[in-house]
């Protein structure tokens, strides 16, 4: 049996930890599989629970929040409902939005939003799956709440004169979203086609929504 | 649950100004060091909350604080900030981090 | 040490505002067993188990100190936080870890690999 690849259908608790190619199993791999495997042996949770749970977190990718902007894009109470409850606006399409509050930054001429979390990483993870590193990364961390242009001019976003950026600390349980702008020319388009133009950077608030091609 | 109080009374309201207090205590502390001291304006009050900073002791953490988005204005807050003088950053905060202002 | 990080020091994680470099667009997809760090957390926190609390998991990931945002990725500072907060809580004793994490090392230490 090949250890590269996720046999999900086998029971090896190992599977999927391979040596580094350049180096053996590091003591924190190591500690991750002797940690699971103590706790299934305590009966805390069974090797289905963490096949599941990661297979969920692997959907979770950013097809929900592309599909919810769409919508808010396509119909002004949907929009409305996603200002001021996300949370039930993801439960309408079926999405579980997780136990915390997430609450939907909308970007406008005037206002052009940008989240991060500088204490840790707080990401809104049951919408847009688990964040990208340099989310995490300590400059992001770091120079997004001080220098949000400057990090917005690495990512190539070009905002237009007078818009007030405003960056959004997400130091409690809130989790947050940007609903970016509609880009022009996208008339008619349908929710799945507008859907393909709103990006995970554009929700983080890094970037505007795609151009149309 | 203890008889009293299980939820501090909410003393800010939007638009109130606020001060954030410069204390520097040890443990899971969840005002940020960047805005201790500083002074903004409660954009929305977010309701009570069990305190993060005993919950990560695994206290209760009650009675449970109200929550606060405060918005600060950039040019506040850092010096020489090198964008535009109407940009902001908005933090939660827990009300016993704050002071009127 | 400046006077300010005398007189007013943040915690290593407390970073808001700090200079650093240009940030890297890095993905880093991550890999199973981190996926899997990310799914222990998600179980122990659910109310069904009330194992883990997510201010606790902060605060633990806090106190690997400073060194571990030079010595650490991501999910080693989360593997370790979670790991230490079920010590702290007895779920699992020191005693136990060091005899599994002895097993697996030999276990897989002599297992082909891909």
């Known amino acids: ?213 | ?101 | 040490m400046t006077d300010e990080e005398r007189t007013h020091p943040a915690g290593a994680h407390d970073v808001g505002g700090r200079s650093g470099p240009p940030v890297v667009k890095d993905e880093h997809e991550p890999v199973l067993w981190e996926r899997r760090v990310d799914a222990m957390m998600m179980l122990l926190t659910h109310p069904s188990r009330k194992l883990l609390i997510l201010d606790e998991l902060r605060r633990n990931v806090e106190a690997l100190g400073p060194g571990a945002y030079e010595r650490m990725d991501y999910y080693e500072r989360w593997i370790a936080a979670i790991t230490n907060a079920m010590l702290e809580r007895g779920v699992v004793t020191s005693d136990e870890l060091g005899r599994k994490m002895a097993d697996v090392q030999a276990r897989l230490a002599s297992e082909p690999t891909a």
């Not at chain 1, 991750?32 to 805390?44: F, Q």
């Not at chain 1, 963490?50 to 929009?79: C, F, I, S």
């Not at chain 2, 990560?56 to 807050?77: K, T």
């Open chain 2, 1 to 101: 649950m203890i008889a009293g109080v299980a939820s501090a009374a909410a003393l800010f309201a939007p638009g109130d100004r606020v001060a954030v207090r410069n204390a520097w205590p040890p443990g899971h502390v969840r005002a940020p060091a960047y805005i201790r001291g500083h002074v903004g304006a409660v954009v929305r009050v977010c309701g009570p909350h069990p305190n993060p900073e005993e919950l990560a002791y695994r206290r209760s953490g009650l009675p449970a604080q109200p929550l606060y988005r405060v918005r600060f204005r950039q040019i506040d807050v850092w010096p020489h900030y090198a964008g535009d003088p109407a940009d902001t950053l908005e933090v939660e905060i827990y009300q016993h981090w704050l002071e009127p202002a």
């Open chain 1, 1 to 213: 049996m090949s250890h590269g690849h996720e046999h999900r259908h086998h029971d090896h608790p190992h599977e999927g930890v391979i040596a580094a190619p350049d180096g053996p199993l590091t003591h924190y791999q190591v500690m991750e599989v002797a940690l699971r495997e103590l706790l299934i042996e305590k009966g805390v949770f069974t090797p289905e629970d963490v096949r599941r749970e990661v297979e969920a977190m692997e959907g979770r990718d950013a097809g929900r929040g592309p599909r919810m902007v769409a919508r808010a894009w396509l119909d002004p109470a949907d929009k409305q409902r996603l200002l001021t409850n996300a949370n039930e606006a993801a439960a309408e399409l079926g999405f579980e939005a997780g136990p915390f509050r997430i609450l939907v930054m909308e970007n406008t001429p005037a206002v052009h939003n940008l989240i991060v979390c500088t204490l840790c990483s707080c990401y809104p993870r049951m919408l847009l799956g688990l964040p990208p590193a340099w989310y995490k990364s300590l400059s992001y961390r770091s120079r997004a709440i001080r220098e949000p242009r400057a990090v917005l001019a690495e990512f190539g976003a070009v905002l237009p004169d007078g818009v007030e950026v405003r960056v959004h600390d997400s130091t409690a349980d809130m989790r947050y979203m940007v609903l970016p702008m509609r880009p022009a020319g996208t008339d008619g388009w349908s929710e799945e086609a507008l859907a393909e133009l709103i990006t995970r950077d554009s929700l983080i608030g890094v970037a505007p929504a795609a151009e149309p091609a």
